[in-house]
């Protein structure tokens, strides 16, 4: 499996693919188009939602020339069907959203036993690039979550890469969630004896498990232990 895990996968103000590091050149280079796509749910029970920006997703892909055959979407409805879609698939979308909500939905359809046998790409974007890692960092995000004792922050995921990937980093530095500053307050702690990659959009990590390479391309900010390193 080769592996994107993009801060974000599209640039919204311009209904175009983030490309600023080239993700997308690299990508030609395995895989011919067209091809056949699965775009995996980050909130499974919101079906208008999920298809919606699904559709999203594969216009802005034709904008690009990354033409697909046809194109699945992994959500509640569609979830008994999941080892076909995947057997199917020759590329695989993780979108974007709430965290725990999507890990839950991970979980719930045993994502990480069906992807075993899948050699195609595999391309996450924000949330879903969080949950590709084999411990994830579900940073609080909503309000209560900071101050809600039984918030898990950690909580396992699809094993695919050990970097716990902070994305859209510029633009949540500075919020304050449940009256904490969500860097210093809560994300600093959290990092102690751990290592967090912020990454701002348009950066991504790309590897290759089968090749065992991973290299992290693009702007990004290394937190170890309460401090930025890098």
């Known amino acids: 499996m080769r592996y994107y895990l993009c801060s974000s996968l599209v640039d919204y103000s311009k209904m175009e693919l983030h490309n600023e590091f080239h993700w997308i050149e690299d990508l030609l280079k395995h895989i011919s188009f067209p091809c056949h796509a699965l775009l995996v749910a980050s909130s499974p029970n919101d079906i208008e939602k999920t298809r919606r920006y ?86 609080p995000e909503l309000k209560g979550e900071v101050i809600d004792s039984m918030y898990q922050r950690f909580v396992p995921g699809l094993g695919i890469t050990e970097k716990m990937i902070l994305p859209h980093y510029s633009s949540w530095k500075n919020e304050v969630i449940d009256g904490f500053r969500l860097l210093e307050d809560v994300t600093y702690p959290d990092s102690q004896g751990h290592t967090f990659y912020l990454m701002e959009d348009g950066s991504y990590v790309f590897g290759d498990i089968e090749e065992e390479i991973e290299e992290v391309v693009g702007e990004y900010y290394i937190l170890r232990d309460r401090v930025i390193v890098q």
């Open 54 to 139: 699904a559709q999203e997703i594969v216009d802005v892909m034709n904008k690009h020339n990354l033409c697909l055959s046809g194109f699945d979407v992994l959500d509640r409805t569609s979830a008994k069907s999941t080892k076909e879609f995947i057997e199917k698939a020759d590329i695989i979308i993780a979108m974007g959203g709430h965290v725990p909500t999507q890990n839950a939905f991970f979980q719930e359809i045993d994502l990480k036993k069906h992807l075993q046998n899948f050699n195609g790409i595999w391309i996450g974007s924000s949330a879903g690039s969080m949950n590709s890692a084999t411990l994830v960092y579900a940073q």
